[in-house]
């Protein structure tokens, strides 16, 4: 075997055998499940295919809900990033059609060939690609109107890439070729059409966002799909199995507004954190006292998340929250350090979210929220 290619698999090995060691200490089976009817279902998973997911709750009492009622499953007590930044830090592979992959370039092949920790090797057309970062899990640039070759030394080749293997062929923007060796690469971003994510989708721990067809869950065996090995549920955050109907927050648009009465000099956008997010839903730190206003892709959605005053800020902040539906208010609640939390699941009628962040009994100080795995369900396939 290729001395390189022999490290890379020994180091792929390494972070399965991390993940998987870390995924016996979480917490075995537990499921929140969230209905396109803004239904929760909280419980022990005990059955799970492509047509129904079976749960007990802590009474007992079993519930047997249909796929097609289940915009997506929580597993409570999964390994978030933590067996990422335990292991060793690998690159991504991400596909136009939503999907990614953690991993390395296997650099000895004419064709691309991606490491996977889970699915083994992946093996994509060059047509499929839409971004690879061999030493990092973030996207490099997005390419808009020419492919973007990052080199290793900083150099930046931009034009028409040809093909990826050990050698990447670049047509350049200068009207030269130029065959650059992938271990002088950091990362590649392609002009290639990006599609919405559909089927059923899984998102793992290292930043894992993969499709899958086929599959049964039992308590004894986890997660078993075609060709791939069992999957405990300790490594898995979250299933969608209609996962075109469901649209991040954090990817709308958004706008900032002072509230009535109020003057404000500054108004500080929402911040979205960066990474690799359960269900592509990225958290989103705001800094009240103000109004957002987000455009939504479409009329009559349900709107879930969870809302919450971060750790550092809860010793003075208070804010007064309203969500609405256009103008029409559809909550409103309190949060402070004893009511730090509050999860929100309403209906949207209208094409505008709104949320106001006012400030509560201890005045405007430290009124920060965040807006944990906000997401929007579309009403209909």
């Known amino acids: 075997m290729h001395p390189e290619r022999f490290i890379k698999s020994s180091l792929i090995l390494v972070l399965a055998l991390t993940i998987r060691n870390e995924a016996v200490q979480a917490q075995a089976g537990a499921v929140r499940v969230f209905g396109w009817d803004l239904s929760e279902t909280v419980g022990s998973l005990e059955a799970l295919d492509a047509n129904q997911a079976s749960v007990r709750d802590e009474d007992g009492s079993s519930s047997n809900i249909m796929s097609s009622d289940i915009a997506f499953m929580e597993f409570i007590g999964s390994l978030s990033a933590s067996a990422r930044s335990k292991a060793i830090e690998p690159g991504m592979l991400i ?183 359960s269900l592509d839903a990225a958290p989103i730190e705001i800094r009240g006292p103000l109004r957002v206003v987000w455009n939504l892709p479409e009329r009559d959605m349900g709107f879930v998340a969870t809302m919450t005053i971060p750790h550092q800020y809860r010793r003075l902040g208070s804010v007064d929250i309203v969500i609405r539906d256009g103008s029409r208010s559809v909550l409103e609640h309190t949060l402070d350090a004893r009511n730090p939390s509050v999860d929100v699941a309403v209906n949207i009628r209208s094409d505008r979210l709104v949320m106001e962040l006012d400030e509560g009994k201890s005045g405007p100080l430290q009124d920060v929220v965040r807006v944990d795995r906000g997401l929007l369900l579309r009403s209909s396939p």
């Open 95 to 277: 596909l136009n059609d939503g999907t990614r992959f953690t991993g390395w370039p296997e650099s000895t092949s004419d064709e691309l060939l991606w490491l996977n920790w889970w699915c083994g090797t992946v093996e994509p057309d060059t047509d499929q690609i839409v971004s690879i970062n061999r030493f990092d899990t973030k996207q490099p640039d997005t390419a808009t109107s020419d492919d973007i070759v990052r080199l290793r030394n900083k150099d930046r080749v931009t034009g028409l890439v040809m093909g990826i293997g050990s050698i990447v062929t670049i047509d350049t923007s200068e009207s030269t070729t130029l065959e650059i060796p992938i271990d002088r690469i950091d990362s590649i971003a392609l002009v290639n059409p990006v599609r919405e994510s559909a089927g059923t989708i899984m998102w793992l721990p290292p930043g894992d966002k993969v499709r899958i067809e086929e599959y049964l869950y039992g308590p004894g065996t986890g997660l078993m799909t075609s060709g791939r090995e069992p999957l405990q549920p300790g490594n898995i955050l979250a299933i969608a199995p209609d996962a075109n109907r469901i649209v991040p927050l954090s990817s709308c648009d958004s706008a900032v507004e002072t509230l009535d009465d109020m003057i404000r000099y500054q108004l500080p956008e929402p911040e979205i954190s960066s990474g690799n997010w």
